[in-house]
């Protein structure tokens, strides 16, 4: 039988499906306030999609700072984030704004 895990990363390997992931995830964070699973909804993505390497090179960010910023430690930045966007009657979604190649 086959891992969740595995048969994850190969459905957001599909641009479609993780712009499908995002919004729920996104969705799911803003209702319950669960940053570490957006953040790990933001990983799988990162790692079907090439992996953390492969978003360093394409976002010039080191390796190192992108785990840093797509782990708990930084959550802090997200949820601030979100609470200025509540006071201000605003949220964040999720679109896609041009096509994978």
Do not use: W
């Amino acid at each position: 039988m086959r891992k969740y895990r595995d048969y994850l990363i190969e459905r957001l390997s599909n641009h479609e499906e993780a712009i499908g992931y995002f919004e729920a995830a996104l969705e799911e964070y803003q209702n319950d306030g669960d940053t570490l699973a957006f953040l790990i909804a933001l990983r799988s993505v990162a790692e079907a999609q090439g992996g953390l390497d492969e978003l360093s090179r394409r976002t010039h960010t080191a390796p190192e700072l992108l785990v840093k910023i797509l782990s708990r430690e930084d959550e802090s930045h997200l949820d601030t984030i979100r609470a200025i966007l509540d006071v201000l009657g605003c949220r964040l979604s999720v679109v896609e704004t041009a096509k994978q190649a």
